[in-house]
């Protein structure tokens, strides 16, 4: 059964948002850092942002810095991804991850994924 649903993923135009949500259940719901990577055309898998979901803390790809804030809702074991000013260059199909990495930029590191969203910015 799937253990990571995103949602939330269209098209937008420059300069607008989107909110993503990963909703993890079984064993996924039970790993302590949830993250965002994206995957561009013709580009490999990129970090996006990442959550420790004990602490609270956030981890930001330069790239999205001041731009995306990543939360976590422990009680609804869903992640979100608010992504504000959107720029051409963000569009990429986006995978929810979870898993117990040292390095939370470490995609190997993570042992459950979800099924991508696609996220195109048009200008």
């Known amino acids: 059964q799937a253990q990571l649903v995103e949602s939330g993923g269209g098209l937008v135009q420059v300069g607008g948002s989107l909110r993503l949500s990963c909703a993890a259940s079984g064993r996924a719901s039970s790993r302590h850092t949830m993250a965002w990577f994206r995957q561009a055309p013709g580009k490999e898998r990129e970090f996006a942002a990442a959550v420790r979901r004990n602490s609270g803390s956030t981890t930001y790809a330069e790239s999205v810095k001041g731009r995306f804030t990543i939360s976590s809702d422990n009680a609804k074991n869903t992640m979100y991804l608010q992504m504000n000013s959107l720029k051409a260059e963000d569009t990429a199909v986006y995978y929810c991850?979870?898993?117990?990495?040292?390095?939370?930029?470490?995609?190997?590191?993570?042992?459950?994924w979800g099924q991508g969203l696609q996220v195109t910015v048009s200008s």
């Open positions: 991850a979870a898993g117990w990495p040292r390095a939370v930029e470490n995609s190997d590191a993570y042992d459950y």
